[in-house]
């Protein structure tokens, strides 16, 4: 079983960037796709962005299309998001998940771990 910790959440000005990291131990980290997602107080977790084994498949929100980008270091086992032109209506806890197989999907359910999650906060 894949274990994913967060980190590089914060408390940032609406217009700043943050980049989030997600660090994979336990398993074959190239073999999944990852995916971020954010939960907002009293929400229900919502996708941000998704990529696919190798890098090259991308998939994002509308609402972060443009301002966020997600990555990842097969060799380092970690993926990112770097987040610019963070608006208030970001501030959520972040969680990257990851899946088995290759398709990209975006819904909640299609993903088998989770990680604990990171807090970002936009100031206005």
């Known amino acids: 079983q894949v274990q994913l910790v967060e980190s590089g959440g914060g408390l940032v000005q609406a217009g700043g960037s943050l980049r989030l990291s997600c660090a994979a131990s336990g398993g074959t980290f190239s073999s999944y796709v990852v995916g971020w997602f954010r939960q907002a107080p009293a929400t229900e977790r919502k996708f941000v962005a998704a990529i696919s084994r190798t890098g090259v498949s991308t998939n994002y929100a509308g609402s972060v299309k443009g301002r966020f980008t997600i990555s990842r270091d097969n060799a380092k086992n970690t993926g990112y998001l770097q987040m610019n032109s963070l608006k208030p209506e970001d501030t959520a806890v972040y969680y990257c998940?990851?899946?088995?197989?290759?398709?990209?999907?975006?819904?909640?359910?299609?993903?088998?771990?989770w990680g604990q999650g990171t807090q970002v906060t936009v100031s206005s």
């Open positions: 998940a990851v899946r088995s197989g290759s398709v990209v999907y975006t819904g909640v359910s299609s993903y088998d771990s």
